[in-house]
């Protein structure tokens, strides 16, 4: 048996047919097809029943309402292919070569994975164009690819996998209603380190504007999906990125904020904890509640803010300017500073703003007097750092522009260097 293709239906009776046509035509004929009928209610598993009565290589699963990733990972289990490969039951191949093209370039060139390009089928009508975002579903040449080199999250049903490669290492989707497919691929992708791509498009993914009908258990798995992500996103810069980005869009920061319960902020602060230092540093846009949580490090956990007097301090505009001048070491980084100050100043105000909302929703949000804090004699060991002292510089020669501040500044900022040698002395 070359490939297993495994198809978690649910509710599909509208493109099922489409989609089963399209794998029985494949020239490749060593198959089966693995259906797993997720407690549909309409006649999905009618159609099912009468397309493996025409071939023998449709089997059928059937499993109460788990979700598509407890029902991939049923079939994975008791595939017999060399390879897998994932079909939604909304989807289609592109051609009858798909399959044969993408088994023949992984045993040709030695490869755990394969897989090509990505059509959207929208409203009738085929896309090849999926957006800037998403480049990483297109590829423009075959060949071997380093996933250093392409670090993307989504798409993995573009691809075949080996079944041995991934049993033995564990790589099965996890069991969330949201949010179980990134974590999966990008496991994969990781262990195997490279794939062979093909340019020719393999998957044909139909937009199907579904109202999906949020709830806590959905949301709570959407932030435990990323945070699988998060830790498997280690030493990957543009796969963290892009997680972040994710993270901080409006959509989902928004299902963040009305469908998870205080009781279940925890979950929150696991991934916050998650967007490091080093992620944190991006320049992202901060427009709501969530993006503040995760760049401010505030998180909470029994309703306890877990932001210290040292954080509070950092937080600081002051802090974060002067951080900003001190670390501009290069001819670059010095020409980008204006640039960067500006942004800094800006996000400072929105997070004011955010923060201050949040503080007249929720009294633990609001910022307490230093000696309030366990930390805070750390925290007045920060207020002499050089970063703070030079924020507190700029910010008030910058205030009395008006008396020839900024022509002073320069002289205020090497006073206040010299100041910080003098004390380290």
């Known amino acids: ?199 020719e498009p393999t998957y044909i993914y139909r937009v199907v504007h579904k109202k999906i009908s949020w709830n806590e258990r959905k949301a709570t798995d959407v932030v435990k999906g990323f945070i699988d992500c998060l830790q498997l996103s280690s030493g990957y810069s543009k796969l963290q990125e892009r997680l972040v980005r994710r993270i901080t869009s409006n959509h989902l920061s928004n299902i963040f904020l009305l469908h998870i319960k205080k009781e279940n902020h925890f979950v929150l602060a696991s991934m916050l904890k998650l967007l490091n230092s080093e992620i944190c540093k991006k320049d992202y846009n901060l427009q709501n509640l969530y993006k503040l949580l995760y760049c401010c490090n505030i998180s909470t956990h029994n309703n306890q803010v877990l932001l210290g007097a040292t954080d509070h301090i950092k937080n600081q505009l002051c802090y974060k300017l002067g951080n900003q001048i001190v670390k501009s070491t290069s001819l670059v980084k010095i020409f980008l500073l204006p640039y960067r100050l500006l942004l800094i100043l800006i996000n400072h105000k929105i997070e004011k703003k955010i923060l201050k909302i949040m503080s007249k929703k929720d009294p633990k949000y609001k910022t307490l007097s230093l000696n309030s804090y366990t930390d805070h004699m750390v925290a007045l060991e920060v207020k002499n750092h050089l970063s703070y002292k030079i924020g507190q510089v700029l910010i008030r020669d910058c205030k009395n522009w008006y008396k020839g501040g900024i022509f002073k500044l320069p002289y205020s900022m090497y006073k206040a260097y010299k100041d910080y040698k003098g004390r380290k002395k």
């Open 1 to 199: 048996m070359k490939i297993s293709v495994i198809i978690p239906v649910f509710n599909s009776e509208e493109y099922l047919k489409a989609c089963l046509d399209s794998v029985l035509l494949q020239s490749i004929q060593e198959i089966e097809i693995l259906c797993v009928d997720d407690g549909s209610t309409d006649d999905s598993l009618f159609i099912l029943q009468k397309y493996a009565l025409k071939d023998k290589r449709i089997k059928i699963l059937k499993q109460k309402n788990m979700g598509s990733g407890i029902a991939r990972n049923n079939a994975l289990r008791l595939a017999k292919g060399e390879f897998v490969a994932f079909l939604d039951s909304d989807d289609f191949y592109p051609n009858t070569n798909t399959l044969e093209n993408m088994y023949h370039a992984a045993i040709k060139h030695d490869m755990k994975i394969s897989g090509g390009s990505l059509i959207q089928l929208r409203n009738d009508e085929y896309v090849y164009d999926v957006g800037s975002f998403e480049q990483g579903y297109i590829f423009t040449n075959n060949g071997i690819v380093e996933y250093k080199d392409y670090q993307y999250d989504y798409g993995y049903w573009r691809f075949i996998y080996n079944r041995k490669f991934l049993i033995e290492n564990n790589i099965y989707f996890p069991n969330y209603l949201r949010m179980q497919d990134p974590p999966f691929f990008i496991k994969a992708m990781i262990y195997a380190r490279k794939f062979y791509a093909l340019k």
